[in-house]
T-cell receptor
């Protein structure tokens, strides 16, 4: 069953702007992960935040997690054209260790 | 060095045929997965193996049969292909359950 829903489904911004993507999920989790998928490629892991963490940073990425609202956000600061991709959240801690993915946000960063 | 590799990258075949997709990981991971991504980019898990043992089988038709000869390999065999099987299939692996997954480049299967 689908766990997460992301919004927006598509986001178009100019280089240098910040991009924020949101993810909501339905059940309890062990962790929440964000992945990037460039067109025609596989998914690349970006960041993992555990259920007892509220915020995590990695370079230009900032992830927040609110387990009371069952939601997470991914902020990409000072975006670049190379950030153009689809971004997926995925919840971990499910039966058998499977990741359950959201629908994804398509980010387009215009030069 | 490629961490998770799948072959072939593209597969075009006729309805009714049987085909296989191979996956290998050189990361020393214990857990491997098959995911299916549909035309709307929705990713859904199909199978999960841990140390060659099937852990998850997500209501996938029994035309799909995974095989794990060792913990570095997880192949997917599909019998009697149908039009609805057209999708991108991703292999992935992780050290243990509930950790980050490393994905292959995907196999785009087109059934005509």
């Amino acid at each position: 069953s689908q766990q997460g829903e992301e919004d927006p489904q598509a986001l178009s911004i100019q280089e240098g702007e910040n991009a924020t993507m949101n993810c909501s999920y339905k059940t309890s989790i062990n962790n929440l992960q964000w992945y990037r998928q460039n067109s025609g490629r596989g998914l690349v892991h970006l960041i993992l935040i555990r259920s007892n963490e509220r915020e995590k940073h990695s370079g230009r990425l900032r992830v927040t997690l609110d387990t009371s609202k069952k939601s997470s956000s991914l902020l990409i600061t000072a975006s670049r054209a190379a950030d153009t991709a689809s971004y997926f959240c995925a919840t971990g801690g499910n039966q058998g260790g499977k990741l359950i993915f959201g629908q994804g946000t398509e980010l387009s960063v215009k030069p | 060095d490629t961490a998770v590799s799948q072959t072939p990258k593209y597969l075009v075949t006729q309805m009714g045929n049987d085909k296989s997709i191979k996956c290998e990981q050189n990361l020393g991971h214990d857990t491997m997965y098959w995911y299916k991504q549909d035309s709307k980019k929705f990713l859904k898990i199909m199978f999960s193996y841990n140390n060659k043992e099937l852990i998850i089988n997500e209501t996938v038709p029994n035309r799909f049969s995974p095989k794990s000869p060792d913990k570095a390999h997880l192949n997917l065999h599909i019998n009697s292909l149908e039009l609805g099987d057209s999708a991108v299939y991703f292999c992935a692996s992780s050290t243990t359950r509930n950790t980050e997954a490393f994905f292959g480049q995907g196999t785009r299967l087109t059934v005509v």
